[in-house]
């Protein structure tokens, strides 16, 4: 995308099918300035790619001129999913209860002998026609009308979608029983026969249908909803020394918060005093609860444990971690995956088709068939049948659901196409440091006298040696009481010296201490044959002792990389450090293929030189080119910004397992995508000709307007209860 582009974002209203989303979109591209537009079936929104600034009003216009309500997003009125169920299930029980009349009067004998002959001596054929036209009018002008509303005018612009299908097809099954009941003369006698129930029954299978995939879009959508939810209204915020009661909304960096026990945390930043444990399981999957100290840092939306903590803000509003998760999965779930593509092409030109075809099936009948009314229910058959709702819905909800529960997992897809791209990733390449391992070093073990410790500690207390942290943190660990040392020199590459209570100590390399005695330093020599550091410890210039410290592999890397590997994955590492730091982590873990001691810049060349497939695993800023330039990019969520900014997927708890339940989700959610449009397009392929009625001849079945409603009906509801599924993915280790 050209660095100059912009993105703009619109509300739609109206959009029933696939081919409504590609006539939005035709619109918006043949704006001026606009590079390309997609619009969502399911989330109700179209994302303009600009190359120029352009006016969103004026976009809204255009499609709002297209048929469709249109608003720039910001200006739009917040949607509520429930009150649509509501007026959907309303005008259903409406259409319900005009219709149960009509269709008892027509096909009450095709299931209780006699019925219409004894129904026929008390009401005169006549008398019913003229209660069934009052009651299927109703029925069209009320809950039905939507269906004229919008499908006459897009059928007048040249742009038919499924509400043109159905206003035509139950139309013509009016239109021609109302003829049948007023002008009876106009119709041949063999064919004076009324459909007014076919009308009803089409409206009403359909409104059902619709309400059913309202309620199923609003399940498909609660991953969002939940993580809206997330965020409290108030906080208490400390105020001259005492507590007040404000809205998060208007909380600022700096502002102090109380947060009592169980309570949830209003807004990002770190505790300032107070000790607890909150549990983040909603943010990062994660269920055990994190312990939280001063210093620590506190998510928005996560849920406080049994202690009592007092948080300072650093991040309010858009900038939180939980809004920054919301328009991931937002533009996730908004995104076209490639295989839509194919979807688009088709959708194109089906409307047309299909009425071009219900034409010629009706010709056909009128030439070869029996007469005007089984021609007319043929043509129907064949408009109803065929409304492509299933295929505008088979892909947007597997996304939809899919990156849904991706994120109620840890897993956050910035972008959707990586759903697809994931699938066919052969070849994982992890970077070590923060990756496969916990990013910091730890000391592993300390040798010879209880006194090594304290006095490493000391002198690396004024140290700023990358593994004095480590050595405070052990003495801290063990509760061991540091002294102050005096006259501390540090000694260019060998370590530091300092005075101890009169005694001189030092803590460095061996080229600090070249005496060091045999058993030492073989010792010393298996510890860096694992990888590890070793820091020698000496009085008078005498070792005494040493520390080894490593960073330590995560807990899950071994079974993370153990899994990808029984899954047909394969697994290498890619890191700056020296071979045999490597090496020896890489052997732990059972990763075979090792690339070490590859500068920043490198690591984009060696993802390249691996071949197509093949995605990265990183933290740091170091990791941003090959994150970019791998099929997918798998950024830490405990990691940099600009690593997770370079990735397309997030994984928030830093747990390489993440990658494996973003692989499976992957293979999950394409698969289910096949299987809905395998149901979608077969469907339609299988049942237009039925409608048609190419088997009567041969003595088989032909579809009736009724049944035809119902299987379209119930074709888009499978596809929607289908995508359903994916919300109990679990996973690796989920």
Same mark, same amino acid.
């Given at each position: 995308m050209d660095k100059l582009a912009m993105k703009i974002d619109l509300?739609?209203? *109206?959009?029933?099918?696939?081919?409504?989303?590609?006539?939005?979109?035709?619109?918006?591209?043949?704006?001026?300035?606009?590079?390309?537009?997609?619009?969502?079936?399911?989330?109700?929104?179209?994302?303009?790619?600009?190359?120029?600034?352009?006016?969103?009003?004026?976009?809204?216009a255009a499609v709002r001129k297209a048929g469709y309500a249109a608003t720039p997003l910001a200006q739009a009125v917040v949607h509520d999913p429930a009150a649509e169920q509501r007026a959907l299930w309303r005008d259903t029980g409406i259409a319900a209860l005009l219709t149960l009349p009509v269709f008892v009067v027509e096909m009450g004998g095709h299931f209780i002998p006699g019925f219409h002959m004894v129904l026929h001596g008390?009401?005169?054929?006549?008398?019913?026609?003229?209660?069934?036209?009052?009651?299927?009018?109703?029925?069209? %002008?009320?809950?039905g009308r939507r269906f004229f509303s919008k499908g006459l005018p897009a059928l007048a612009r040249g742009g038919p979608d499924m509400n043109s299908l159905v206003a035509v097809g139950s139309g013509a099954a009016w239109v021609y029983s109302s003829m049948v009941t007023f002008w009876p003369a106009l119709i041949p006698q063999a064919s004076r026969s009324v459909y007014f129930e076919a009308a009803a029954v089409i409206v009403t299978l359909i409104l059902l249908g619709r309400s059913l995939e309202a309620r199923a879009r609003g399940r498909a959508g609660a991953a969002i909803a939940r993580l809206v939810k997330l965020a409290p209204k108030t906080a208490r915020k400390l105020v001259d020394g005492g507590m007040q009661e404000v809205e998060v909304a208007s909380l600022l960096p700096g502002d102090q918060v109380q947060i009592r026990p169980g309570e949830r945390i209003p807004a990002d930043g770190l505790a300032v005093s107070g000790h607890s444990t909150v549990d983040e399981s909603m943010l990062t999957g994660e269920p055990l609860g994190q312990e939280k100290l001063h210093g620590a840092r506190l998510t928005g939306g996560t849920v406080n444990g049994t202690g009592a903590l007092v948080m300072q803000i650093t991040e309010v509003g858009a900038a939180t971690v939980l809004a920054r998760i919301i328009a991931m999965v937002e533009a996730a779930q908004g995104g076209k995956l490639p295989v839509?593509?194919?979807?688009?092409?088709?959708? %194109?030109?089906?409307?047309?088709?299909?009425?071009?075809?219900? =034409?010629?099936?009706?010709?056909?009948?009128?030439?070869?068939?029996?007469? #005007?009314?089984? $021609?007319?229910?043929?043509?129907?058959?064949? %408009? &109803?049948?065929?409304?492509?709702?299933?295929?505008?819905?088979?892909?947007?909800?597997?996304?939809?659901?899919?990156? /849904?529960?991706?994120? @109620?997992?840890?897993?956050?897809?910035?972008? /959707? @196409?990586?759903?697809?791209?994931?699938?066919?990733?052969?070849?994982? !390449?992890?970077?070590?440091?923060?990756?496969?391992?916990?990013?910091?070093?730890?000391?592993?073990?300390?040798?010879?006298?209880?006194?090594?410790?304290?006095?490493?500690?000391?002198? @690396?207390?004024?140290?700023?040696?990358?593994?004095?942290?480590?050595?405070?943190?052990?003495?801290?660990?063990?509760? #061991?009481?540091?002294?102050?040392?005096?006259?501390?020199?540090?000694?260019? /590459?060998?370590?530091?010296?300092?005075?101890?209570?009169?005694?001189?100590?030092?803590?460095?390399?061996?080229?600090?201490?070249?005496?060091?005695?045999?058993? #030492?330093?073989?010792?010393?020599?298996?510890?860096? $044959?694992k990888g590890q550091g070793?820091?020698?410890? /000496?009085?008078?210039?005498?070792?005494?002792?040493?520390?080894?410290?490593?960073?330590? &592999?995560?807990?899950? !890397?071994? =079974? !993370?990389?153990?899994?990808?590997?029984?899954?047909?994955?394969?697994?290498?590492?890619?890191?700056?450090?020296?071979?045999?730091?490597?090496?020896?982590?890489?052997g732990v873990l059972g990763i075979t293929e090792v690339h070490a001691g590859v500068l920043p810049a490198g690591k984009a060349a060696v993802i390249a030189g691996l071949g197509a497939g093949v995605a990265f695993v990183g933290d740091g800023i170091n990791d941003a080119p090959a994150l970019a330039a791998a099929e997918v990019g798998f950024a830490m969520g405990t990691g940099t910004d600009v690593a997770i900014e370079a990735g397309d997927v997030v994984l928030m708890t830093g747990d390489p397992l993440g990658v494996l339940r973003a692989l499976e989700l992957s293979r999950a959610t394409m698969r289910n995508i096949r299987e809905n449009l395998l149901?979608?397009?077969?469907?339609?392929?299988?049942? &237009?000709?039925?409608?048609?009625?190419?088997?009567?001849?041969? *003595?088989?079945?032909?579809?009736?307007?009724?049944?035809?409603?119902?299987?379209m009906a119930l074709s888009s509801v499978f596809v929607l209860f289908n995508a359903l599924r994916l919300r109990r993915f679990k996973g690796a280790r989920a």
């Open positions: 509300s739609v209203e *109206g959009m029933t099918c696939a081919a409504c989303t590609g006539r939005v979109e035709r619109v918006l591209k043949a704006q001026v300035g606009v590079l390309d537009a997609v619009a969502n079936l399911v989330t109700r929104r179209a994302e303009v790619t600009v190359s120029q600034a352009v006016d969103p009003a004026v976009l809204a008390l009401i005169a054929p006549q008398t019913m026609w003229l209660v069934e036209f009052v009651l299927v009018t109703l029925v069209l %002008l009320g809950p839509q593509a194919l979807v688009d092409r088709i959708t %194109l030109w089906f409307v047309p088709v299909v009425m071009v075809v219900a =034409a010629l099936t009706v010709l056909v009948w009128l030439i070869f068939g029996p007469g #005007l009314a089984e $021609a007319l229910v043929a043509g129907v058959s064949v %408009l &109803i049948i065929a409304c492509p709702c299933a295929m505008g819905l088979a892909v947007p909800v597997s996304i939809l659901v899919g990156t /849904g529960r991706a994120a @109620e997992l840890g897993i956050l897809f910035r972008k /959707g @196409e990586a759903l697809q791209r994931l699938e066919t990733v052969q070849r994982v !390449a992890f970077d070590k440091t923060g990756t496969l391992t916990l990013g910091r070093p730890v000391v592993q073990a300390v040798v010879g006298a209880a006194e090594v410790l304290e006095i490493a500690a000391a002198v @690396e207390a004024a140290s700023e040696h990358p593994l004095a942290a480590a050595v405070a943190a052990e003495a801290a660990r063990l509760g #061991l009481r540091v002294a102050a040392v005096t006259g501390f020199e540090a000694v260019p /590459g060998q370590g530091a010296r300092a005075m101890l209570e009169g005694v001189a100590v030092s803590v460095g390399s061996a080229r600090m201490f070249p005496d060091l005695n045999m058993g #030492l330093a073989a010792q010393a020599a298996a510890a860096q $044959a070793v820091l020698f410890v /000496g009085r008078d210039g005498t070792a005494i002792g040493m520390i080894t410290v490593a960073d330590p &592999i995560k807990p899950s !890397a071994q =079974a !993370a990389v153990a899994a990808l590997q029984a899954a047909g994955v394969q697994v290498a590492m890619i890191t700056g450090d020296a071979e045999a730091t490597a090496r020896a982590v890489a149901w979608a397009f077969g469907y339609n392929a299988a049942l &237009i000709p039925v409608a048609a009625g190419v088997l009567v001849p041969f *003595g088989g079945p032909q579809l009736s307007p009724m049944l035809a409603a119902g299987a």
